[in-house]
């Protein structure tokens, strides 16, 4: 079964910092992988994905990640946060090929992001 | 508008009552999904199904039962069995395996 670890609880960066959010899984094969992000008061929305091809995605709002096979990593990375940055991350994983595994939408606990003006 | 809709937004029962959480979705979707939602804990999946009338359990499937019976719903039965029921559920629906998925509103039950 895949896994999720997000390593930082709570980050806090003033703006115009640099955000790089970690996110790990666990799981022997290929992969789908997700960012999602809960802005307070607010439902999910997808930041970015990556399922094939270049291990460098970039999503919306200026939000990159990186796929590094080896590390089994898919970090979250920003060059300047701003204000409205503030909310919660969440790093997701599915199996990577078409059957019953890729639709088992595994979430890590996520990453509290505060962005003091 | 295409979306996913989840009812009631707020949600009170007492302690050994059965409830069922809406969810509805008109995108389409073959898959849907219910988490629990737990300050520190992250998204945990309860209940997934890829297909009308087949579901699969997640993490965290103890107390609860689903239904897939209509494409377009999902609906979540919070047992008496369930032990801590007090949490906010998250129903979300998918495309297909290489999608993102769509999230609704949720929905906070508080069992007193």
């Known amino acids: 079964a895949q896994s999720v670890s997000q390593h930082n609880h709570h980050v806090i960066l003033s703006e115009a910092a640099s955000l790089e959010l970690g996110c790990n899984y666990s799981y022997g094969g290929t992969v789908n992988l997700f960012w999602y992000v809960q802005y307070p008061g607010q439902h999910l929305q997808l930041l970015l994905k990556?399922?094939?091809?270049?291990?460098l995605v970039k999503g919306i709002k200026g939000f990159e990640a990186e796929f590094i096979k080896s590390k089994f990593s898919f970090n979250l990375r920003k060059p300047s946060v701003q204000w409205s940055d503030t909310a919660e991350y969440f790093c997701a994983v599915t199996a990577g090929y078409s059957g019953a595994g890729s639709y088992q939408l595994t979430f890590g606990k996520g990453t509290k992001l505060s962005v003091i003006p | 508008d295409g979306g996913i809709t989840q009812s009631p937004k707020y949600l009170f029962r007492k302690e050994g009552q059965n409830v069922t959480l809406s969810c509805e979705q008109n995108?389409?979707?073959?898959?849907m999904y219910w988490y629990r939602q737990d300050p520190g804990q992250g998204l945990r999946l309860i209940y997934y199904s890829q297909i009308v009338n087949d579901f699969q359990k997640g993490d965290i499937a103890e107390g609860y039962s689903v239904s897939r019976e209509k494409k377009e719903s999902f609906p979540l039965t919070v047992t008496s069995a369930q032990k801590n029921p007090t949490a906010f559920y998250l129903c979300?629906?998918?495309?297909?395996?290489?999608?993102?998925?769509?999230f609704g509103q949720g929905t906070r039950l508080t069992v007193v």
């Open positions: 990556y399922f094939s091809g270049d291990p």
């Open positions: 979300a629906s998918r495309k297909s395996g290489t999608d993102g998925a769509f």
């Open positions: 995108l389409n979707h073959d898959a």
